[in-house]
């Protein structure tokens, strides 16, 4: 299969997602109006203060998000004052999200884009780039995404990663039992379960500086479970998910942030 074949059944697969029970309960007028009321909780606790430390104001600020997916991070940085351009692969995506931004009056820019290519995008343009979970399991070409990111970021502007912990992916993930290998972390083919060197690496050699790395717990129950599944859980049966000692497969790290900089 061809890397055109590749990405039109990518972006066929998004463009069907977008509909799905799942990326609509992302887009109810209740989950929408919490996210008015508290912008920051469209981020891991974590990842937003490490955003507010090294973009302390974020007014008038110019964000990038490739990748955009369910738009929430674009909602909540728009609504703390950037002006931000949400890229995506799925056209749906992206008119999902622009009905909602428009309804909000949100300074959001929509482009349909390649997260490994930005074509669209213009060169030194951005003071942040911000991918969110589940970017790099759909990145075939790590080194050419983060030259591209690299690429449309202003000097001295600010790469920042939050995706599943690799340490996470060799195993089954199933809450509630003890840790079960299912694969070798090095087998990064044909899953795309990048390993932590291949993320560090891949922005270095595009010309970026590490900054910080951090390594965080499950911040909520939905880190577990799929959306259908955790529907049907009550709270009895979530209580301590987090916790190691009930739930060994917490005793890993599950989720990873970087932030790196352009020189």
């Given at each position: 299969m061809?890397?055109?074949?590749i990405?039109?059944?990518i972006?066929?697969y998004?463009n069907?997602?977008?509909?799905?029970?799942?990326?609509?309960?992302?887009?109810?007028?209740?989950m929408?109006?919490?996210?008015?009321?508290k912008?920051?909780?469209a981020?891991?606790?974590?990842?937003?203060?490490?955003?507010?430390?090294y973009?302390p104001?974020?007014?008038?600020r110019?964000v990038l998000?490739p990748?955009?997916g369910?738009n929430?991070?674009?909602?909540?940085?728009?609504m703390?004052?950037?002006?931000v351009?949400?890229?995506d692969?799925s056209?749906?995506?992206?008119?999902n999200a622009?009905?909602?931004?428009?309804r909000?009056?949100?300074d959001?820019?929509?482009?349909?884009?390649d997260t490994?290519?930005?074509?669209?995008?213009?060169?030194?343009?951005?003071?942040m780039?911000y991918t969110?979970?589940?970017?790099?399991?759909?990145?075939?070409?790590i080194?050419?995404?983060?030259r591209n990111?690299c690429?449309?970021?202003?000097?001295?502007?600010?790469?920042?990663?939050?995706d599943?912990h690799?340490?996470?992916r060799?195993?089954s993930?199933?809450?509630w039992?003890a840790?079960?290998?299912?694969?070798?972390?090095?087998d990064?083919f044909?899953?795309?379960?990048?390993?932590?060197?291949?993320i560090?690496?891949a922005q270095?050699?595009?010309?970026?500086?590490?900054c910080?790395?951090?390594?965080?717990?499950?911040?909520?129950?939905?880190f577990?479970?799929?959306?259908?599944e955790?529907?049907?859980?009550?709270?009895e049966?979530?209580e301590g998910?987090?916790?190691w000692k009930?739930?060994?497969m917490?005793?890993?790290p599950a989720?990873?942030?970087?932030?790196s900089?352009?020189a």
């Amino acid at each position: 299969m061809s890397g055109n074949e590749i990405i039109d059944r990518i972006k066929a697969y998004w463009n069907e997602t977008s509909d799905s029970e799942w990326y609509r309960s992302l887009r109810t007028d209740e989950m929408i109006e919490r996210l008015k009321e508290k912008p920051e909780s469209a981020f891991h606790p974590a990842v937003n203060e490490l955003i507010r430390k090294y973009l302390p104001d974020l007014k008038d600020r110019r964000v990038l998000l490739p990748s955009s997916g369910d738009n929430h991070a674009a909602f909540a940085l728009a609504m703390m004052g950037a002006h931000v351009t949400s890229a995506d692969i799925s056209e749906r995506q992206l008119e999902n999200a622009a009905a909602i931004a428009e309804r909000l009056c949100l300074d959001i820019e929509f482009i349909c884009d390649d997260t490994m290519q930005l074509s669209h995008i213009r060169d030194q343009a951005y003071d942040m780039v911000y991918t969110s979970n589940g970017t790099l399991s759909w990145i075939s070409d790590i080194d050419g995404m983060y030259r591209n990111i690299c690429r449309v970021l202003k000097p001295g502007g600010y790469s920042v990663m939050y995706d599943m912990h690799p340490f996470n992916r060799p195993f089954s993930g199933d809450a509630w039992k003890a840790p079960l290998i299912v694969k070798s972390y090095h087998d990064v083919f044909p899953e795309l379960h990048w390993r932590l060197q291949d993320i560090v690496n891949a922005q270095v050699t595009a010309g970026l500086s590490i900054c910080e790395l951090a390594e965080l717990p499950a911040a909520n129950a939905s880190f577990w479970f799929p959306f259908a599944e955790l529907q049907k859980k009550s709270p009895e049966e979530l209580e301590g998910i987090n916790d190691w000692k009930k739930n060994p497969m917490a005793a890993l790290p599950a989720w990873v942030t970087l932030v790196s900089r352009k020189a």
